[in-house]
């Protein structure tokens, strides 16, 4: 399936199936739901603290990067629930990976944060 579209429209259009993703997960994971606030509250105490520039960038960072991984899982979650709901080897071992490695990019952030901020 070659797409044609080159340039700025191509660049818009990627933006638009980013902004539909992005809703997507919103609207149909409670996991990404509690992670985007839990973000969201991370990065105003990352604000909120007073540590350098390079601090605050790895403690946003970390944050940051649990909702890009939760984001990859539950797109290998929608695709692996898209072929049917009659349970595989393969496909239960693809969602457990994906499973964790959301856990191993939680793990990171408390590490970061705590290796950070403790005194």
Request: hydrophobic share 65%; glycine share 6%; net charge neutral.
């Amino acid at each position: 399936m070659a797409n044609n579209v080159t340039g700025l429209t191509r660049i818009i259009k990627a933006a638009g199936y980013s902004w539909k993703g992005l809703l997507a997960a919103w609207k149909n994971e409670a996991a990404f739901r509690q992670e985007l606030v839990a973000v969201v509250a991370a990065i105003a105490i990352a604000c909120w603290l007073d540590v350098d520039a390079i601090t605050r960038v790895l403690l946003i960072g970390s944050v940051v990067l649990v909702l890009i991984v939760e984001i990859l899982n539950s797109a290998v979650e929608a695709v692996v629930d898209r072929f049917g709901g009659e349970w595989h080897e393969l496909a239960g071992r693809a969602k457990d990976m994906g499973s964790a490695a959301v856990l191993i990019a939680i793990l990171l952030a408390l590490f970061v944060w705590v290796s950070l901020l403790w005194p």
